[in-house]
């Protein structure tokens, strides 16, 4: 049971050139989400997954897209990378009726930086 | 504008005595607390929780208590150990209903344990 993994765990990109980053989770949960951790700003949520099939919009969507084409997994894609999106970038999973509610389970994380 | 707030960056704590980490939040439609511990280089992972409709949860030497007509809740570790050392985000839930919708994060508190 590997949990949430992340791809890859670190990147270098220039500035306008595009990515995906892979989430995936093995513990069959509904609920999936990306987060981004800067410096002194703890976790923002980028976007999330209440299903597959199904992605919102969370704090800071702007310049990222993403996809849930499998349950198991969520892709977070930039399509033309800006220094402001040089972060790390956490993946998290949940389910509903998790004991104790609302407990998410992170991934690693990916260090990207955009020059 | 921060609905979660860790006012502290950094608190230091000798080995053996007791850690209280604060937390502060202004919506008051959070209705469930939970905190993370954060070691370098990796993924956030599940502390403990708290409900709106209770005061207190305790498990080990974690305890978080919450105080709603202050909008303020705390996690006392105690006695402080070497391995507590880690970075400390509360983050709240329930904004929106059910949970799905994500976790609001506060900018975290470094615990540093001395010997």
């Known amino acids: 049971n590997a949990g949430v993994t992340q791809t890859p765990k670190f990147r270098v990109l220039k500035t306008g050139q595009s990515m995906t980053l892979l989430c995936a989770q093995d513990?069959?949960?509904?609920?999936m989400y990306w987060y981004r951790q800067d410096p002194g700003m703890g976790l923002r949520l980028i976007h999330y997954?209440?299903?597959?099939?199904?992605?919102a919009k969370g704090e800071v969507p702007d310049g990222y897209n993403v996809s849930r084409l499998k349950k198991q997994n969520f892709l977070l894609g930039l399509e033309s990378a800006a220094p402001s999106q040089t972060s790390v970038y956490f993946c998290?999973?949940?389910?509903?009726?998790?004991?104790?509610?609302?407990?998410?389970?992170f991934g690693p994380g990916t260090r990207l930086t955009v020059t | 504008d921060q609905q979660v707030k860790q006012n502290s960056p950094s608190l230091s704590v000798q080995e053996g005595r007791i850690s209280i980490l604060n937390c502060d939040y202004t919506?008051?439609?959070?209705?469930?607390f939970l905190w993370y511990k954060k070691y370098p280089a990796e993924g956030p992972t599940f502390l403990i929780s708290i409900s709106s409709i209770k005061d207190k949860n305790e498990d080990g030497r974690f305890t978080v208590f919450l105080n709603k007509s202050a909008k303020h809740l705390s996690l006392h570790i105690v006695p402080s150990q070497p391995g507590d050392s880690a970075v400390y985000f509360c983050a709240a839930s329930g904004y929106s209903g059910g949970g799905a919708d994500g976790l609001t994060f506060g900018k975290g508190t470094h615990l540093i344990i001395q010997p």
């Open positions: 997954s209440v299903g597959e099939g199904t992605t």
């Open positions: 998290a999973s949940s389910s509903p009726g998790t004991v104790p509610a609302y407990e998410q389970y």
């Open positions: 919506n008051s439609m959070f209705d469930y």
């Open positions: 513990m069959n949960h509904e609920y």
